[in-house]
């Protein structure tokens, strides 16, 4: 099956730990190299933000990277990033004139409303993987979204026109239902982790306690709840991984915010920022650390706490999105309300002072994503997505034709 995989802003190929490359990026390179094992042929479609590298190439997963030229080849802010779409859209098309794709896997809003109009001419099926909702980002950030204001409306239109939404969780799938979409054109397939890489580690034993936050420096997050938190956990240290390179750790405004939080609460000496770590490095700091926390004020799917899992790590998270799928409260870690600090340091308090039950979560994890999350499981169900899509579009040409 020839596969073209629509990933406006997110490069497969790019460093992950920056403002706009997180799991988007994770996710969209794990598919197409599990797919491309499968036997597909796979093409990457991202945008150009450098001018030095070739506009096609070969991905040492199996797969290739078409980079697309849509406005300044350089860096350019996603939420900027929307002006640019009719002239990615115009090199989809020619793209897929020259060499038609058997389905459109797009990733991300704008990356559908390209996708879809340069798909229509050629009759081509497009599937739609959101990632994150605008209409759930402007409910808890109101004012501050700098997200289009297109972006909920387009949002819509692709729930209503795409052949089949691919959400990441239920309560996605609850959302989704919420901007008109059908339930019976919508499948989950929840990201996965790569345990060749992630694997079960032996429990840290020492002193004292190391709670690690991994993802983007951003607000809502949630790192500076668990900055506050920390004050009511006496004697244990927090590792915060992301953002910048280290070097220029002391240049991000939201390192600048965080440190200034610590300082007033009087846990500076008690916090270390780590910078951005290559994903073959995260594996060793996961192990360094007793307890992984991820608490974002809203997450659409989020896959630091199945990398922590898959190390045989607990992890207490927030209540919200693909965390009520992935942890399993009082099997595989705990979860607790966003935004409450006062909650989430009550329950580390008593996790961090349980060795036995830790460890108890970290096998269950380590179990619960072998069954459920291995990228061979989760390329399988998309492959079977890709077939069923197209399964039903051949059935539909041929009620047409009759």
């Given at each position: 099956m020839r596969i073209a995989m629509v990933?406006?802003?997110?490069n497969p190929l790019a460093a992950v730990g920056s403002v706009d490359a997180g799991g988007q990026n994770v996710h969209v390179a794990a598919l197409a190299e599990h797919l491309a094992r499968r036997g597909h042929d796979v093409v990457v479609h991202t945008r150009r933000d450098d001018a030095a590298p070739p506009s096609r190439i070969a991905a040492a997963g199996g797969y290739t990277v078409e980079l697309v030229a849509a406005g300044p080849a350089a860096e350019v802010p996603k939420d900027e990033l929307w002006q640019h779409m009719p002239a990615f859209s115009e090199q989809l098309a020619r793209s897929w004139q020259r060499r038609p794709a058997d389905v459109v896997h797009a990733h991300f809003w704008m990356s559908g409303a390209a996708a879809l109009v340069a798909a229509a001419p050629l009759?081509?099926?497009v599937l739609q993987t959101f990632h994150a909702l605008g209409s759930v980002k402007r409910r808890h950030q109101g004012a501050v979204d700098t997200s289009p204001v297109d972006r909920v409306g387009v949002e819509a239109e692709l729930v209503?026109?795409?052949?089949?939404?691919v959400a990441t969780c239920r309560d996605e799938v609850r959302e989704l239902e919420l901007l008109g979409g059908d339930p019976h054109r919508i499948s989950i397939v929840p990201c996965g982790v790569d345990r060749e890489l992630f694997t079960p580690v032996r429990g840290?034993?020492?002193t004292p306690r190391r709670l690690l936050v991994v993802g983007r420096l951003v607000e809502r997050k949630g790192v500076g709840d668990v900055v506050t938190a920390l004050a009511e956990l006496p004697g244990v240290e927090l590792v915060i991984a992301g953002g910048p390179a280290r070097d220029a750790l002391s240049l991000d405004p939201e390192v600048q915010r965080l440190r200034e939080l610590a300082r007033a609460n009087g846990t500076i000496d008690r916090v270390r920022f780590v910078g951005r770590v290559s994903r073959t490095e995260l594996p060793r700091l996961i192990a360094s650390c007793d307890v992984v926390v991820a608490v974002p004020w809203y997450e659409p799917f989020g896959i630091v706490p199945l990398?922590?899992?898959?190390?045989?790590?607990?992890?207490v998270g927030s209540a919200v999105g693909g965390l009520l799928d992935t942890v399993v409260p009082g099997v595989t870690g705990e979860l607790v309300p966003p935004r409450e600090p006062a909650?989430?340091?009550a329950v580390l308090s008593g996790l961090l002072a349980d060795g036995r039950r830790r460890q108890a979560y970290g096998e269950a994890g380590a179990a619960r994503v072998d069954r459920r999350y291995r990228w061979e499981r989760v390329a399988a169900a998309t492959e079977a997505v890709y077939t069923a899509v197209r399964a039903s579009r051949g059935a539909s040409s041929m009620e047409v034709a009759r």
């Open positions: 990933s406006e802003h997110a009759h081509l099926p209503r026109e795409v052949a089949r939404v840290r034993r020492g990398e922590a899992m898959a190390c045989g790590r607990p992890v909650a989430l340091a």
